[in-house]
Structure formats: structure tokens, C-alpha cells
């Protein structure tokens, strides 16, 4: 292809890739396969890397850049990000319409009325259609140019249809109750404070300094205003709305239109049950006047507008008793105190438990046993204790107080000086143990299907097992003696135990339960050394010269080899063939990362094999046949069937010079 030709190319790829996002991410109706998607990305990719002087910032490769150093540049927005006065009350309500009509003389008016999303107000500049900025709320005045986390959240165009040389959308960015609650089961997995609500995990996924790790927190975002705008003709909320979802934003679906307000009342109070039921956190309605000439003859205080009041909703609280405050055990040892509730239904669902995190948090809110608590559902979700109910106390509550020793072993408890949380550090401990043991076996672990719970604690009692290793020396006979346990029942087991063998070293890693080893670590530890031997033999200053592993995660790594029965674990899983071994990958650089590369016909400049090497020293593969897999074909002279079957396939195809090109990127 000439260059014209491709340049045209790389424009229509640009543009049916961005429609498919759209599709994919915006409207969640996908209309390819991921396979399509991925390889028109790829095709593009190929090209940009070509010819690097066609990649503009709007290009959906250039959703997720690097590191910046220091904190957010302060910008200041065009015209001040205004907030809401509230209200909590229907006759607050009435008196916001009552002062808007008599404002307007009397006029007839309509209201639009919106969910109040929970997350972070954002303003996003365009220029001549082009996304350029990417501003928090901050003040309402001055906020932070966070453009490149703005930039990885794919419900965000990079590019409108709009030919304004400077337009200013505004909305909230916030994360799906999905995704929160994925990154919260994540984050206890890698011992690190859970977020309390998808705001605050919203917010902090914001205010990243590397935008690769915003793009992993999966954030959309709900276009609902407009800040400045040039050249603008809309007149009104809904025509913005839909004008917004014809630029490809997300809009909120669940707006309404009324001209009177007792029928605003209505509609609010219809989501009094069932917003709990939405994929994202809201608190709240937003009552804006839907005409902007009315919008702007009633005019904005200093720090709110005059045409716009926010409903916000009642926490969802109920009142109960704490019966009892019982203590659980966790993998690492630490001692969780959580309160036994007199059940309550509570936003849909009934509590019957809600956590105490530890010996502080008690003493803080002085939450005793007996006491009548408020109890509320935080980011709507995960039940807590707000506070005692200190006039129906009686004087029979009883103060708790952390066990001395553990309450599953017995042995002592230590609480280190500075940290919260009380543990047993009895390495034999049953409770711990069996924590352990449902770590291991856990999908992401080494994924053993049918061995639940209650399974665990039945061979624990039975003394069928004391650490994981056992889990291999299991017979069927073991099995057959335990409640539940049919022969069919028992061979299945069996088999997942046999399979679990080969999960490979990134697992094994993840679920022996290193302290601060995630999922992600094991995965770098296991490429990096290759093999378990290696990795209890390296140095610390070997183990964190590794991206992404930290000093932390490197102490915790030799703290834990440090101690003889660990060997003695990692031996004894050896024995029984669990493979300790990953294919090992020393990298150049990740210039080919993930790329499944097919070489055909004859090279001019190197030999198979160098080119084969080449490839594999930048993190990729190569392999001896065209399928659906690969991933880039590099073709020499006279290539023959495989070029062919690459073109029919749509794999993207390089020549040897550009593949050289490649080699030389970092
Ligand atoms: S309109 C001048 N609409 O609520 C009007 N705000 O307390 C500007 N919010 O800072 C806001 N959902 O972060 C508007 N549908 C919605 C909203 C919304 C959430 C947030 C926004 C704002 C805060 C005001």
C-alpha cells in the first residue's frame, strides 16, 4: 500500500474502532467478536508503529500513557464547576419550584430530573472535536488536569462531531458496583485497605500518577452538563442530553420530564426501593429547569445555580441490637471482631452481621454488647455500625474485650505496637490453617473445583490434612469416610487434585499466601525466575529490580522462605508433582509482548532462528502455522500459503524491514 492508501486505512480503522468501543463499552451491545476487535486494533497498532509521525493523542491506541512525575498540573476551569444546593424534604421541594416560578413571573416551565450519580464531577475540554483536557471538579474553581486517567476510560470519545473550537462537557466519573466489588476482593487479597464506597475507589483510581493502573480500575463515565461552549445552539437540558448521547457519551437513561411538582415528587420517590437495585451508587436526584433561557435568567449564586436543586436521598439506615461480637480468623492470622445483629432488613437485603475491623474501631465508636445501633449500608452495600444508641442504653451492655488468646487454638495473641490488627501466630493454628487451605484452593489459586469449605473442615477434623501439601496425598478411601462422599463424588475430586498440579508456578506462588504475593506478582516472579528454586534463592535487590515488585512484596518474599517449614511445604509439594516451574521469559524489552508472530518465506538479513530469538527476547512467540491466534505474520521473499491464509485470516502482516523497525523500539 502507498502511503496514501494507508493513511486512508488508518483513518477508517480509527473510526470503526471507535464505533465499536462505543458499542462494546458505552452501549454494552458488542456487534464483532473480541477477535474482530482485537485484530483491527492490531492492524492499527501496526501502522501507527510504522509510521509513528500519523499517531495523534485522539487515536484509540493512546488511551493509556505513562508515569508522570510530581503531582497533577492545577488548571482553572473556564467558567466556575458550580455545586448543588440540597434538599431533603419533598416541601424543600416545593419551595425551590414555588421561588423558580415566582422568579420567572410566573411563566410555564419544565423540569428535567436526573439520578445523582455518586462519583467525582469531571469537566472534559474539546477542541474542534478533539478531547485535549481532562479537569477534576477540585474547588468549583481551580482543579487537576488528570487527562491521562480521563483519557483510559473507555465510555469517554476522544474524539465528537463537533466542530466548536472549544467546548466543555461536564458529568461525573464513577465506578460500576461490579467493579468495585472486584477491586475490593482484589485488594484484600493483596492485604491492602479495601475502599469504603465506589466514590472514594473512584476516586482514587483518578488520581493515579500512572495512568496504567487508572485503566485497570475499569471507571465509566455520565455526561449530564455543559461548561463553556462556543458555537453552541442547544436550548435546552434534554436536547443537550440527547446531543450528548449523539457525541457518543453515556447518558443516563433514567431522566424524566414534568411540568409539575408534585409529579417531580412522584417519580423520586418511585426509586425509593429500587435504587439499590442500580449498577452504580447514586444519592441522591438532581431537579434542573429544562429551558437554558430560563436556566440563565434565573442565574447562578456564587456557588450554586438558582435553576437546579439536588433531592438527596436519606441514608439507608435501621436500628437493631448487637447480640454478641464474635471474633474470625484469617489466612495471615489477624483477628477480625464482627457484631452478630438482631437480623434487619436494611436496602433490600437482611443484615444479620457487620464487620468491627478491630480492637479501635470498637473503642472509638464505644459499641458494646447489648447496645441498640444504628447500622447503615456504606456506598449502599457493605453494612456498618455508625454509632450505639446511647439513650436506650441500659446498663447491662457489656464493654468487649480482644481475646487474649486465640479463640479457634488458644495460643496467644500478639498485637504489634502501631498496627490495628491483633493476630495468632500459632503457624499451626486449625482456623488459620483452614483459611489457608480455602486460599489455595480458590479459583485464582490453584483452582481445585468441589473442594468447598465445609469439605476442608471435615479432612482438618478428621486429621486428614494439616497443611496444603496434604491435599495431595488425599486417597480415595480417605475420602469415601467423610459425610457427603459417594465414589463418583470422590473420583471427581481426585481428578481436580491431579489437575491442580499443573496450574504452574505463578499459581502455586499466589496461593501459598505470601503476604503481599497477589495474583499478579506470582505471574512476575514466575516469568522473571522461572522456577521456584530460583526464586528462594535470589537476593532482595534481584527480586526487586523487577517492575512492580516493590521492597515490600521483596521482604515479605524473604521472610517467608526464612522460615524451615515453608522449605519443608515447598519439598513436600515437589514430592508430589506439583510443577514449581514457568516457562521463564528474560525480556530485551516488551516490544513484542503478548504478539503470537508466524515468520514465512526467506529473510534477507538474519536467519530463522535470529529472527525466532529476536522474538522472543521482546516478549513474544512464534509459532510454525497461521491460525485464528496469530497475532502478526512477517513475510520475507517468495512467501508462500501462510501469507495467503494470513490475508484471508486478516492477520496483520509486516515486512522484513518494517519487522526490523520493530526490533529497535524500546
Ligand atoms: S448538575 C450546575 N447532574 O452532584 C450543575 N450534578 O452537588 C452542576 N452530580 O458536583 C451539576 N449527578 O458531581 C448534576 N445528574 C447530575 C449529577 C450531578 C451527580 C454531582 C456533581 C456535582 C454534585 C453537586
Known sequence: MDDAALLARLQELRQKIDELSYQYYTLDKPTVTDYEYDMMYRELENIEKAHPQWVTPDSPTQRVGSKISGGF???????????????????????????????LGGEALSYVVELKIDGLAVNLIYEHGQFI????????????????????????????????????????????????????????????????????????????????ITAQRKLAFFAYALGGAEDNTITSQEELLADLQKFHFQVNQEYRTFTNIEDVITFIHSWDDRRDSLPYATDGMVVKVNSFAQQHRLGN????????????????????????????????????????????????????RATLHNEDFIKEKDIRIGDTVIIQKAGEIIPEVVRPVLADRTGKEQIFVMPKTCPSCGGPVVRVEGEAATRCINPDCPAVIGEKIAHFVSRDAMNIDGLGDAIVQQLLDHHLIQDVGDIYGLRREDLLGLEGFGEKSADNLLKAIETSKSAGLARVLFALGIRFVGAKAGRILAESFGSMEA?????????????????????????????PAHGDLIRKLAAYGVVMTAEKRQLLNASFDGEIVVLTGKLQTMT?????????????????????????????SDPGSKYDKARTLGTPIITEEEFRDWLQRE
Open 73 to 103: 498540573a492545577k488548571y482553572t476551569h473556564d467558567r466556575p464547576m458550580l455545586s448543588l444546593g440540597d434538599v431533603f424534604s419533598d416541601d424543600e421541594l416545593r419551595e425551590f419550584d414555588q421561588r423558580v416560578r415566582s422568579d
Open 608 to 636: 530463522r532462528k535470529e529472527a525466532e530469538q529476536a522474538v522472543e527476547l521482546r516478549g513474544g512467540k512464534c509459532t510454525s502455522s497461521v491460525t485464528k491466534k496469530t497475532t502478526l505474520v512477517v513475510i520475507g
Open 133 to 212: 483536557r481532562g479537569v477534576t471538579r477540585g474547588d468549583g474553581r481551580v482543579g487537576e488536569d488528570i487527562t491521562n486517567n480521563v483519557r483510559t476510560i473507555r465510555t469517554i470519545p476522544l474524539r465528537i462531531p463537533s466542530t466548536s473550537p472549544h467546548i466543555e462537557i461536564r458529568g461525573e466519573v464513577y465506578m460500576p458496583v461490579a467493579s468495585f466489588m472486584q477491586l475490593n476482593a482484589q485488594r484484600r487479597d493483596d492485604e491492602l485497605e479495601p475502599f469504603a464506597n465506589p466514590r472514594n475507589a473512584a476516586a482514587g483510581s483518578l488520581r493515579q500518577l500512572d495512568p496504567r
Open 301 to 352: 449564586t456564587v456557588k450554586i445555580p438558582r435553576w437546579a436543586i439536588a433531592y438527596k436521598f436519606p441514608p439507608e439506615q435501621a436500628k437493631t441490637k448487637v447480640l454478641g461480637i464474635s471474633v474470625s480468623l484469617g489466612r495471615t492470622g489477624v483477628l477480625t471482631p464482627a457484631a452478630d445483629l438482631k437480623p434487619v432488613r436494611l436496602a433490600g437485603t437482611t443484615v444479620k
Open 535 to 563: 526464586i528462594m534463592a535470589a537476593s532482595t535487590d534481584e527480586l526487586t529490580a523487577l517492575d512492580d515488585i516493590g521492597p515490600r512484596i521483596a521482604d515479605s518474599i524473604a521472610a517467608y522462605f526464612a522460615v
